[in-house]
């Protein structure tokens, strides 16, 4: 595997289910997001981890909950979703170096269906 | 705080057309300016880059070179093919602070033979 894989890439649920999304990346990169890319919407930050900080959206509802357990592994845990976090969910990672930005790398997204 | 502001799509152009898609920003300090593509399906892949004023980047025939005069960072390609067609996101990061991306709104382009 290369670059940055997420999965499932597909996931229907219904809004009592819990369910997590799983991000990975093979870049040897210190830093991973979480963004929501919504139709007709800018894409929007939900969480960035840089090392051992978590950055937090605040407009981020309590249902999603991030978890980092290494460098490497991001996931998404989900429940009591509603029909509005219908989206794509997209990971990215990046190299973090003394403060100064280096681009991101995104992976090719999770397509959320809640019914 | 800090805003990226993208042309409304679609753009559709005939095979060979000159491409023009505009961004502007609102940041403070000096950000690093982005362009990236979002293919059919796939993930957004980085196209471009410029971390100062007056850098051009360029990729795979597109330029955008970083104004701070008029805070624009506007994707140019010279003659555009139907595998063009995708969706363009304008980004900024400040290089200070908070490290994540703020995106444009996206432009979709579609380009017919």
């Known amino acids: 595997e290369t670059g940055v894989t997420q999965t499932p890439r597909h996931l229907v649920m219904g809004m009592t289910n819990k369910k997590s999304l799983k991000c990975e990346q093979h870049?040897?990169?210190?830093?991973m997001y979480w963004y929501k890319q919504s139709a007709k919407k800018p894409l929007e930050l939900m969480f960035v981890y840089s090392l051992e900080e978590r950055v937090e959206n605040n407009s981020v509802p309590s249902r999603f909950s991030p978890e980092c357990p290494n460098s490497s592994h991001l996931f998404l845990h989900l429940h009591t979703l509603q029909p509005e976090d219908s989206a794509l969910y997209l990971c990215?990672?990046?190299?973090?170096?003394?403060?100064?930005?280096?681009?991101?790398?995104f992976g090719p997204g999770t397509r959320l269906t809640v019914l | 705080g800090d805003s990226v502001t993208q042309m409304e799509g679609p753009v559709t152009l005939s095979e060979e057309a000159f491409l023009t898609i505009n961004c502007t920003y609102t940041a403070t300090g000096y950000p690093s300016l982005f362009w990236y593509v979002q293919y059919p399906g796939e993930g957004l892949q980085l196209l471009l880059k410029a971390t100062k004023a007056d850098d051009k980047g360029s990729n795979k025939g597109f330029e955008a070179t970083y104004r701070k005069e008029t805070t624009s960072f506007h994707l140019e390609k010279g003659s555009v093919q139907v595998s063009d067609s995708a969706v363009y996101f304008c980004?900024?990061?400040?290089?200070?602070?908070?490290?994540?991306?703020?995106f444009g709104s996206g432009t979709r382009l579609q380009v017919q033979p």
């Open positions: 980004a900024l990061s400040p290089n200070t602070g908070r490290r994540a991306l703020t």
């Open positions: 870049l040897g990169h210190n830093a």
């Open positions: 990215a990672s990046s190299q973090e170096r003394g403060g100064k930005y280096n681009e991101q790398f």
